[in-house]
């Protein structure tokens, strides 16, 4: 078969065919038991292989382009199932330093009771991720583009580098999507989602996927099956509903982040936008070298003298939220949620000023996301 376009894997790969009724979408399967006389696949839910998470994985690795994938009950899980699944004691990972605070915090917290050590680079250029790497280091871990700044990281020649030392890649590609990113195409070897963000898209669902080659998947699986984490079919179910509008979402998300970034760039009473699809952005070419979008994730400082919380808390219509990527325009502190837990001073070695605002655009109507701005704007001033 000729390889689909990207609404029609959205809509139609991993479809269970409801034999026995004809009914136009999956069904669920529910038990969390099934027979074992007989059967080719011995299906048991945290084995990962009951019917709703094995079809729904084929649709998530068609859409990353690879082999198979894995469907974890959040996006955490998905990252530290894969972690443990390459790094063991005495193992070296690298890191970039412009990262989710999530994912820091795992590092930081669980690798030293397990004996993996681990170096955080010191920028997102590929002379940075060269300078970490040790003898005994198994695999490089990066994020484009990262949370909150937006920086944007060389995919091909991190993965010419790991490639040279026969150390192996893996990406969080949850702020750009596949929509946005196919990090398989330009060498990665793992590609992590946390699915509670642009492929649930309505803020009401927690999952997280692993997608690359069959072969790493199984090593992946060796982990999984041990640690526990999968995701209960019903909120499957409901993950796949949510894919099936994937493309339509952040394309309408990305359309409006980019009119929003341009319109932010002129306003007065913003001192700084961080966007890669503006040409401004330092990593601009890069980007449209290497995404298919810019993504519907930006960031912007007000100027001095306007408070970031009461502005937030003067918007009517774009909600302060604690997460990202839903159909509604969400807005955020960084430092006060996702790198609250990281110091003062290392929160501005990585330029996370009081001032930032993280904003996850949605599918509303520009002119209505550009009023709420301005009408809070109006009220500190
Ligand atoms: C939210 C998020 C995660 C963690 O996912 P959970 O589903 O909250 O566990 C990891 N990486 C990025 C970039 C995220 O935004």
């Known amino acids: 078969m000729k390889k689909l376009g990207l609404n029609t894997i959205c809509t139609h790969v991993g479809e269970i065919k409801d034999k026995q009724f004809k009914g136009a979408v999956s069904p669920?399967?529910?038990?969390?038991?099934?027979?074992?006389?007989?059967?080719?696949?011995?299906?048991?839910?945290?084995?990962?292989?009951?019917?709703?998470?094995?079809?729904?994985?084929?649709?998530?690795?068609?859409?990353?382009?690879t082999e198979a994938a894995l469907i974890f009950g959040s996006g955490m899980a998905a990252i530290s199932h894969m972690f443990f699944a390459f790094l063991e004691k005495g193992d070296h990972l690298v890191v970039q330093n412009t990262l989710y605070g999530g994912t820091v915090n795992f590092i930081k917290e669980e690798f030293p009771k397990y004996g993996i050590t681990y170096t955080f680079t010191n920028g997102y250029k590929v002379e940075d991720f060269e300078a970490a790497i040790k003898e005994n280091t198994k695999l490089i871990h990066i994020e484009t583009p990262s949370n909150p700044l937006l920086t944007i990281t060389d995919i091909k020649a991190v993965v010419k580098l790991a490639k040279s030392k026969q150390i192996l890649t893996s990406i969080d590609n949850t702020f750009a999507s596949p929509v946005n990113q196919n990090p398989i195409d330009l060498g990665i070897d793992m590609v992590m989602h946390s699915a509670t963000k642009y492929f649930g898209g309505h803020s009401d669902i927690c999952a997280g996927a692993v997608a690359s080659s069959q072969e790493?998947?199984?090593?992946?699986?060796?982990?999984?099956?041990?640690?526990?984490?999968?995701?209960?079919?019903?909120?499957?179910w409901m993950l796949e509903r949510s894919?099936?509008?994937?493309?339509?979402?952040?394309?309408?998300?990305?359309?409006?982040?980019?009119?929003?970034?341009?319109?932010?760039?002129?306003?007065?009473?913003?001192?700084?936008?961080?966007?890669?699809?503006l040409k401004t952005h330092p990593e601009h070419k890069l980007a449209k070298l290497q995404m298919n979008g810019f993504g519907a994730m930006l960031?912007?400082?007000?100027?001095?003298?306007?408070?970031?919380?009461?502005?937030?808390?003067a918007l009517k219509l774009i909600k302060p939220s604690m997460s990202l990527a839903g159909i509604e325009s969400t807005v955020i502190s960084p430092h006060l949620t996702s790198h609250a837990l990281l110091t003062q001073e290392e929160r501005e070695a990585v330029g996370i000023s009081d001032q930032l605002?993280?904003?996850?655009?949605?599918?509303e109507e520009f002119k209505d996301v550009k009023r709420d701005i301005d009408q809070a704007i109006a009220v500190l001033t």
């Not at 912007?300 to 009461?310: C, N, Q, R, S, V």
């Not at 993280?358 to 599918?363: A, E, P, W």
């Open 28 to 65: 669920i399967y529910l038990s969390s038991s099934y027979e074992f006389l007989d059967v080719d696949v011995k299906r048991y839910p945290r084995y990962f292989n009951t019917p709703n998470q094995e079809y729904l994985a084929k649709k998530i690795a068609a859409l990353e382009h």
């Open 216 to 236: 790493h998947i199984d090593r992946i699986w060796n982990v999984s099956k041990n640690l526990g984490g999968s995701l209960s079919d019903m909120t499957v």
């Open 243 to 277: 894919m099936k509008t994937l493309g339509l979402r952040v394309k309408a998300q990305t359309k409006n982040a980019m009119k929003l970034a341009k319109w932010l760039y002129k306003h007065p009473k913003i001192a700084k936008v961080y966007y890669p699809g």
């Open 299 to 313: 960031s912007f400082e007000l100027i001095e003298g306007l408070d970031a919380y009461e502005f937030q808390k």
């Open 357 to 363: 605002i993280r904003f996850s655009v949605g599918i």
